[in-house]
């Protein structure tokens, strides 16, 4: 399974992003697809997750700016990113469970900076 994330880029504070993470390769299954977050000296940490029949989950210091969704049709999970702040600054994983396993994009980096 290959998860290819991208969406990544320069931005403004106060502006958006839209990340995309498209699975390929042999899925059996999906719990559920996500993205995780790692900052520069921090350590990865949870943005979102969806389920497989469209339930998410937020990090509670993000519920409000982000929507997480996905076209299940294409294996596609989004995630929309809107008022944007400096530290959202960090590299963003996208993340596959499924049940047995779980997968891991390569990352795609977001900076916020004027």
């Known amino acids: 399974v290959q998860l290819q994330a991208s969406g990544g880029g320069l931005v403004q504070p106060g502006g958006s992003l839209r990340l995309s993470c498209a699975a390929s390769?042999?899925?059996?299954?999906?719990?559920?697809m996500g993205w995780y977050r790692q900052a520069p000296g921090k350590q990865r940490e949870l943005v979102a997750t969806?389920?497989?029949?469209?339930?998410?989950n937020y990090a509670d210091s993000e519920k409000g700016r982000l929507t997480i969704s996905t076209d299940n049709g294409k294996n596609t999970v989004f995630l929309q990113m809107n008022s944007l702040k400096p530290e959202d600054t960090a590299v963003y994983y996208c993340?596959?469970?499924?049940?047995?396993?779980?997968?891991w994009g390569q990352g795609t980096l977001v900076t916020v900076s004027s």
């Open positions: 969806i389920t497989s029949d469209g339930r998410a």
């Open positions: 993340n596959l469970d499924a049940g047995y396993r779980s997968y």
């Open positions: 390769g042999r899925i059996f299954s999906i719990k559920t």
